[in-house]
């Protein structure tokens, strides 16, 4: 038998060294490629307008059915910013994340950007004197923003296109009804440009509408923010609706107002039925299976309602004297006959920009707050209108 000399050992154990080294770099660097970059995840809890899937260096997500139709999905892949492409979806449009320069269709984008510290990634808005938000206005005073449209949301005729593409907008996040010959959506795909949806507009739930700020997180990168932005939201919800629950009143509501023939209500099933349930009061329409606004006639509200204790939301009038120009008949209800009339003008700015449309929609709790202070005002002594004001009877 050959004897190993001692040469021969050191030689080999130094080849096993080099092979040990090799096989550890191995293994951190096969870690390194498969290192998780999106360590915070926000799943919908409430929301069911969209769905969002991990992957270590890109996101999956995917709008489903945004006008309630079955007709349509729309899915976005968001690439972390430095990494490549996955292969695998071709049907879906491709984001690279944080995103940086956008741009929003309405309103209802802003506080969502807005509570996420984003602001300034806004460049451009479809009409924006209808904005409330002070950081916007702000930025729009000093020329960081610029108008693209003239703010009708699902109306192409009022969008600049010259405008919106000379921005190169990394995306437009965009409301839309579906109807190819007005939606705004499908003009912006026919130029090139890259629309985000946003069907938070269809969810049933005040919390569920709220949550879509996780939507948006997701495009910032921001998941950490809107998820403990949206439970805090969701608690304060939840203690006010236990204080609403403690009473046995329900008092009578209806809302809403006729204009040019048809009179507006929420459904009953609509989210803003499921706030005056959870403020503790009795909507007339409550067993109504609509999940969204409805005409009727104005016989048919005031053989429901005219006995009703509140009329909450009254549409397009401010005061009594605006109220009863529209349709003398409103006197007739003993709600006005008792003052008890309440609208959400109480943050409104000098262009008619109502901030109840903006932080309203990520603020349910105090949405909540203030209807429970009008139909249980002893059930939160502390609490001041934030967004209600008393119409009352002058």
């Not at 069911?48 to 996101?59: A, F």
């Not at 492409?85 to 995103?99: H, I, L, N």
């Not at 409103?330 to 000098?350: I, Q, S």
Request: charged fraction near 25%; aromatic fraction near 14%; glycine fraction near 8%.
């Amino acid at each position: 038998m050959k004897i190993m000399t001692q040469k021969s050992c050191k030689f080999l154990n130094c080849y096993l060294i080099f092979l040990l080294t090799v096989f550890i770099a191995g293994i951190y660097s096969g870690a390194a490629d498969t290192t998780d970059l999106f360590p915070d995840k926000a799943y919908p809890e409430m929301a069911t307008g969209y769905t969002v899937e991990y992957h270590d260096t890109y996101k999956v997500v995917q709008i489903n059915d945004p006008w309630g139709r079955e007709s349509e999905n729309y899915t976005y892949l968001l690439v972390q910013r430095g990494e490549e492409v996955p292969d695998g979806y071709p049907d879906a449009e491709v984001f690279y994340v944080p995103v940086q320069n956008v741009v929003t269709m309405g309103v209802v984008h802003i506080p969502h950007i807005s509570e996420l510290g984003e602001i300034e990634t806004i460049t451009g808005h479809n009409g924006v004197k209808q904005v409330h938000d002070e950081g916007f206005q702000n930025r729009l005073s000093n020329g960081d923003i610029i108008e693209v449209g003239s703010g009708a949301v699902s109306m192409t005729s009022t969008l600049k296109m010259e405008d919106l593409i000379e921005l190169e907008p990394e995306l437009i996040f965009c409301v839309a009804n579906g109807n190819k010959e007005y939606d705004n959506h499908y003009k912006l795909l026919e130029a090139g440009l890259k629309p985000v949806l946003t069907a938070d507009w269809m969810e049933n739930d005040p919390l569920a509408r709220a949550e879509w700020i996780k939507f948006f997180s997701l495009f910032y990168n921001k998941e950490k923010e809107a998820n403990e932005y949206f439970d805090e939201i969701k608690q304060n919800y939840n203690n006010i609706k236990e204080e609403a629950e403690q009473t046995n009143e329900k008092p009578t509501i209806f809302s809403g107002i006729d204009y040019q023939g048809g009179w507006y209500a929420p459904g009953g099933k609509s989210y803003v039925a499921e706030l005056f349930r959870d403020a503790g009061g009795d909507y007339i329409l409550g067993d109504n299976e609509e999940t969204g606004s409805q005409m009727l006639d104005f016989e048919t509200v005031y053989d429901k309602a005219y006995a009703a204790d509140y009329w909450i939301n009254i549409g397009y009038a401010n005061d009594n004297d605006e109220l009863l120009a529209l349709d003398p008949r409103f006197a007739k209800f003993d709600a006005y006959k008792n003052g008890n009339v309440y609208h959400y003008n109480a943050r409104v700015n000098e262009n008619g920009g109502n901030d109840y449309w903006e932080s309203g929609i990520i603020h349910p709790d105090i949405v909540l707050a203030d209807l429970v202070k009008i139909l249980h005002p002893d059930l939160l002594p502390d609490h001041e209108f934030y967004y209600y004001t008393h119409i009352g009877q002058e």
